[in-house]
């Protein structure tokens, strides 16, 4: 099985000390969730990250993450190259990209490193605007849209999160499954997605009255036909 034949995507989420790298903010949660031509194959990444400074009373009272938790927990200079091999030049799919890549882009730049130039990505937040302009676009409100169950979703953790985005992305792609196939060419639809071209909902072609009449009397023309067998 060559499984470079396949599209694959990375779903991506942190959770951070606060909301701004340049201010001192950092990463505590880490999550990917790996894509098959757009399924999920059960494979993901997930790793908790000692930042070296105090949460925020804010974000410790969304994520539930503490002080106490990630005092022995590993710095993220210790996962940084399994988080990298686990990503590697995939597409990656972020609910709201500036923010999670402001911070990744930080903890890699401290110790040396980036993430691959190959990386294309998609930001699922620009897609739910564009496709329902004026409406609530926060994952929460997201899911609730689509009727996906977040009853898991105690509290914001990168790996649920994650879980949850694969779903949304699946359904602002119009909720095409395309399998695992051996397709090599990226989707249509993720590339209107990420040219940015106008949804189009899918039309519809109901048979006419003629049509179904004109179909039941080929139907009578057909001898020993398997349906009509007892």
Known sequence: MNISRYVREIVLDTETTGLSFENGDRIVDVAAVELLNHVQTGRVFQAYVNPERKMSAEASAVSGITDEFLADKPLFRDIADEFLAFTGNAGLVIHNAKFDLEFLNGELALIGKSLPEENEIVDTLEIAREKFPGMPANLQALCKRFGIDTSGRVRHGALIDCKLLAEVYINLLGGRQSG??????????????????????????????????AHEKFLQTLNSALWSRQ
Do not use: C, Q, W
Request: aromatic share 8%; no cysteine.
């Open 180 to 213: 695992l196939s051996f397709d090599t060419e990226t989707p249509d639809s993720v590339k209107t997605l990420k040219n940015k071209r106008p949804f189009r909902e899918a039309r519809h072609f109901p048979p006419s009255e003629d049509e179904i009449s």
